[in-house]
């Protein structure tokens, strides 16, 4: 066999599912929607419609969230499919690697990876920020050198590095641990976000809606280019769903438990988000948004200093569970290389005392701590849109494949509208991964060919594929 032939070998699900068994099926529906909204309703709801509206949709970024949402509850049903047919760690890489082969599912998962570390760094560098501002409204300073990493002048993010260790330290006490705390701040953050929907809806001024998608905005097909950049680039908000996929191997009852814990997920992000925009962009002109705190800075505009407090406070437990829930889905798909021997083998172990991937745990903390302690992210940021395009593509147009594959036969969740709708979010896909901004586009690239690289210099090597 040809290592180009071997790099196109199929995955066995049951290799998958008994390399598995050995992780703890403790997580229901309630726990999956904790996982998903905690991940989805983070650094994106306080940031993405202010800066959204700002530069590229104006009022009408409430319809960018709408489109994006319903891309991807089609998305996401493709998601519940595999994972309820695979109920298997890896997500897109494990999928992948059963419908198209190794090669297809590791430049997947290498895609996933870039993804998720960079959102844990991302969001912990945000967190950081809505930290240092709640500080000062108290009179408490502290040395810019400690809140910059030394490309922007300074020496360390520390309390970017801070927040994600004392995740990591919630995190190595079990699932059963990490979930309630999950679960509890998920709560407190909608609660905080109702709040603000219902009582800013008072100070609401019909006139900042006119006019609702601005001229300065219109180009391309129908002028609809600025509504479908920000699309594009909200993608990133809805990245939850995806990380309920990375848990399937720890789910009860996973054939019916994942599709209702990842549509959940997406119906209550998509009601928060498309609310939240609508108030937000109706208390202040949209000119004025282009900030890195909008709900405060609106709130402060109207003269609720005090609330916009409260919104700082459930700014910073919205990103605390978004970083919790992307680094327990990072290490989930660092376990998976090693599993398979893509990556070094240690990383595949689960620890017999507290069933989970200590190694994976520990590599993925160390990996996102140096990126957000020590690398800026404003370019790198826009990547995350990338790689979780590429896997929605792949996975909207393997349910196509899925279907047809006699020995993946199963009784769970099956995508409505078949063939129509996998086909459709597959071509919305990679129309959205046209409208990002070509740097983003180049870098991808680059990362990709490192993936090629790795791939056929030890991945193929070590795989126990081979």
């Known amino acids: ?104 599912g590791w430049l997947l998962g290498w895609s996933l990876i870039l993804e998720y570390f960079l959102a844990v760094s991302a969001i912990a560098t945000g967190f950081s920020a809505y930290l240092n501002n709640l500080l000062l409204t108290f009179g408490i300073h502290i040395p810019k050198s400690l809140l910059s990493c030394p490309l922007e002048g300074g020496f360390i993010n520390l309390f970017a590095i801070l927040i994600i260790l004392i995740v990591t330290m919630i995190l190595s006490r079990g699932l059963n641990a990490s979930k309630k705390i999950e679960n509890g701040a998920v709560i407190l953050k909608v609660t905080i976000l109702a709040l603000f929907i219902i009582g800013g809806s008072f100070f609401i001024k019909h006139a900042n809606y006119v006019p609702f998608y601005p001229k300065e905005f219109h180009s391309g097909p129908l002028g609809l280019n600025g509504i479908m950049a920000a699309t594009a680039s909200i993608i990133f908000a809805f990245l939850g769903f995806d990380t309920i996929a990375a848990h399937a191997a720890e789910v009860k009852k996973p054939q019916k438990t994942m599709a209702r814990g990842i549509m959940g997920t997406v119906i209550i992000s998509a009601l928060l988000y498309v609310l939240f925009s609508v108030v937000l962009t109706g208390i202040v002109n949209y000119k004025k948004l282009g900030v890195d705190d909008p709900a405060a800075f609106a709130l402060q505009a ?72 020590l690398i800026p992210l404003n370019t790198l940021a826009s990547l995350i849109n990338a790689g979780t395009l590429l896997a929605f593509t792949f996975i909207n147009f393997g349910i196509l494949i899925l279907r047809r594959r006699k020995d993946l036969t199963h009784d769970g969740f099956k995508v409505p509208g078949y063939p129509f709708i996998p086909f459709i979010a597959g071509v919305i896909s990679l129309y959205l991964i046209t409208k990002l901004p070509l740097e983003t586009l180049q870098l991808f690239s680059i990362w990709v060919i490192l993936g090629i690289i790795w791939y056929f210099a030890y991945g193929v090597r070590h795989s126990k594929l081979s």
């Open 302 to 373: 109207i003269h609720q200093t005090q609330f916009a407090v409260v919104i700082t406070v459930g700014a910073l437990v919205g990103m605390f569970t978004a970083i919790l829930a992307l680094v327990h889905a990072s290490s989930r798909l660092t376990y998976s290389f090693g599993r398979d021997g893509l990556l070094p083998k240690s990383l595949g172990r689960i620890s017999s005392g507290s069933r989970l991937p200590v190694n994976a745990l520990i590599l993925a903390v160390i990996v996102e701590s140096i990126i957000a302690g």
């Open 1 to 104: 066999m040809s290592i180009f032939a071997r790099a196109f070998k199929r995955e066995s699900v049951h290799n998958y599912i008994q390399a598995d068994s050995h992780m703890s099926r403790e997580l229901s529906t309630k726990d999956l929607i904790g996982l998903g909204v905690g991940t989805v309703i983070g650094t994106g709801i306080f940031i993405l419609p202010g800066h959204e509206a700002a530069q590229n949709a104006g009022p009408a970024v409430s319809i960018a969230f709408l489109i994006a949402a319903i891309y991807s509850g089609l998305s996401g049903m493709a998601f519940a499919e595999f994972s309820s047919a695979m109920p298997v760690a890896g997500s897109a890489y494990s999928y992948g690697s059963v419908i198209y082969g190794e090669i297809i």
